[in-house]
């Protein structure tokens, strides 16, 4: 465009180009707005209806494009590396988040100074996680880097403090706790109550267990094969109304997708439930899916029976965790049957020695000095 490029990704798909029109009696800029099917198709357009060759930059200024550009041309070149459900939460960060702050300005004009009001906007006036803004800020940095090399421009090394993650006590539930869960699954146990239990004992995600398929279970090898999940991901309709839609994928990290060994009480209640149907989902016994945000209400509802309080589906995967670790499973096997990316998850969130093994360790230094 004859000035500053602003073509933006709308919902619908299209992309939308805004231009400079001109100007009211007081000096204030008209903006128009025209749209295509490509980035291409809106920009020349936009070119096209551009009236005079603007004033407000010099000519060298004349061909730059705003950051909120790039931000949709770094969607475009990683839509097909990147999956649908990470696709679409990369856009929601952008859109919420990104453009808000950095949308018009100019690559140069992005400096560590406005890095650092954009972290106080996001930690204290938004309140988000710190674990929430150090995403936002790797993804802008993606974005940036990629967009000083499409630039050409030799731009200022910015400096990214990220902010601290705190580390959060998990919620496991005691043995008192456990024991009543499990008794009242066991009594008058459905497809829903198996799923749960399934989950406490396996470890398996919220997604994982709404993903499994019949024929993830094999008898014969007495094993559970975890190769999909289930994700509630935004969607927008053609009108560019905010909707989502649940996707049934591959999980995250290709350590996600892992097998696990069936204990016999878990295989007694497969043979039990399993239906004729192969490809049935487990927890609804045909072939569509229960959706995650259903599990969690169905989990709820068990808890306050229960009277189990602040406890969610992940509560499971912990409470898993830790009863493998008191049993003396070894880190590695432990961070396997998880499904996490390496072992060091599972030693910083699980494997914590107690005051007693402290002091067993300890006991076994020589003593150098008999006093």
Known sequence: MANRENVFLRKDGRFEARYRKGRDN??????????GKTYEEAREKAQRL??????????????????????NSW????????????SAKYLADIKNHILPFFGEKLLWEITSEEMDLFIQLLLYEKSLSSKTVRNILALFHSIFIYAGRRSGQKLPELEIIYPRQQKKAIRILNEGEEERLMQFLA?????CKF??????????????????????????AHTISISRTVQRIQSPDPKGAPRTRIVVGTPKTESSCRTIPLMPDLERLCVQFA?????????????????PRKLQR??????????????????????????CIEAGFDAKTLSEILGHSNISVT?????????EQKRENMSRLKTVIHI
């Open 75 to 86: 969607l475009i070149s990683n839509r097909r590396r990147l999956k649908e459900s990470s």
């Open 275 to 291: 239906p004729g149907d192969s490809e049935a989902f487990v927890l609804t016994g045909s072939r569509q899916c229960m959706e």
């Open 298 to 323: 169905r989990l709820k509802d068990y808890m306050d029976q229960c009277r189990i309080p602040s406890a969610h589906f992940h509560t499971l995967r912990h409470t898993f965790a830790t009863r």
């Open 50 to 71: 551009q009236e005079g060759p603007g004033t407000l930059r010099s000519p060298e200024r004349q061909t730059e494009l705003t950051f909120a550009c790039y931000c």
């Open 187 to 191: 009594a008058r146990m459905d497809l």
């Open 195 to 220: 799923g749960v239990y399934l989950a406490l004992r396996t470890g398996l995600r919220i997604g994982e267990v709404c993903a499994l398929r019949w024929h993830d279970i094999s008898l014969e």
């Open 347 to 355: 030693l910083n969130q699980y494997v914590h020695p107690s005051l």
């Open 26 to 35: 007081n000096g204030k800029l008209i903006y128009g707005f025209c749209y």
